[in-house]
């Protein structure tokens, strides 16, 4: 009797730490402040490389750091923004959900979301605070009246790295898609695709197949160039065509390209 009797009290005393409300460690806090920072500067990054203008590679090599403002700023304007829905994508993924202090059932207005937010713009000090405290609260928890708790039910652990997954190669995924378009667009790219369109020895080809395939870029913009840019591209089709090669050197006199060298190869001998 005395058996049975400890083993439904072990069962009870389970079932209760089960259902009792946990604080979200703070590893696990700053985890999905990581998984927030890089979700937002891959959205910002993949927003910029499909909205690139043209001959984006000149206004690239004369870049200074205030046009480099707008760009930290969208992802700054992300991760206060990145609680809109209840949860941010991190805390998501981790199965954690932000609740009221004086009530852990109730979800704190979009108000609170978004100001909590503002404070990450002393980052430094809210991840000392966080560090020392008990409950892992930052000081805009602690100003809203808020905590970070774990989710009584959350996502499978796979389901939750296949989110993950599916989010991140995602924005790799569109970025690829959109590769050949931000390519194009260069003044490298343009330059190159006039000198090969006026070589003799390929005229002949591209009146056949007018289409450059496959187009590669590797572009050297410091100012101190130590190596020729080059553009790569097939022409023809696979069996039979062409590979070009375009070397070029950015003239930072006159913020243009020029051809260096141009380089005709058998597919069969060009380098995979």
């Known amino acids: 009797m005395n058996s049975n009797f400890k083993d439904e009290n072990k069962k009870k005393s389970g079932n209760n730490d089960d259902k009792r409300i946990k604080v979200s460690s703070k590893g696990k806090r700053l985890f999905s402040l990581l998984l927030d920072f890089i979700i937002a500067l891959l959205f910002v990054n993949t927003i910029s490389e499909i909205t690139k203008k043209e001959h984006w590679d000149l206004v690239t090599q004369s870049r200074d750091f205030q046009e480099l403002i ?130 003799d020895e390929l005229i002949t080809i591209l009146e056949e197949y007018p289409i450059l395939e496959e187009p590669e870029m590797h572009l050297d913009l410091r100012d101190n160039q130590i190596e020729n840019s080059i553009v790569r591209v097939r022409v023809g089709d696979e069996g039979l065509g062409k590979v070009v090669i375009v070397s070029l050197k950015l003239q930072s006199n006159s913020k243009n390209w020029s051809v260096m060298n141009i380089k005709v190869e058998e597919i069969s001998k060009s380098p995979n």
């Open 70 to 199: 707008p760009f930290y700023s969208s992802v700054l304007l992300m991760l206060i923004f990145k609680d809109i829905l209840g949860n941010s994508p991190g805390k998501f993924l981790l199965g954690m959900k932000i609740s009221a202090i004086n009530d852990l059932s109730e979800s704190p207005s979009i108000f609170v979301l978004l100001s909590r937010n503002i404070f990450l713009l002393i980052l430094p000090l809210e991840g000392i605070i966080l560090l020392r405290d008990d409950y892992a609260r930052r000081f805009a928890d602690k100003w809203h009246g808020t905590v970070v708790i774990d989710k009584k039910y959350p996502l499978r652990p796979i389901l939750r790295i296949f989110l993950g997954n599916i989010i991140i190669f995602g924005f790799f995924s569109i970025a690829i898609l959109f590769q050949r378009y931000s390519i194009e667009k260069s003044a490298a790219y343009q330059k190159a695709e006039e000198a090969i369109r006026n070589h």
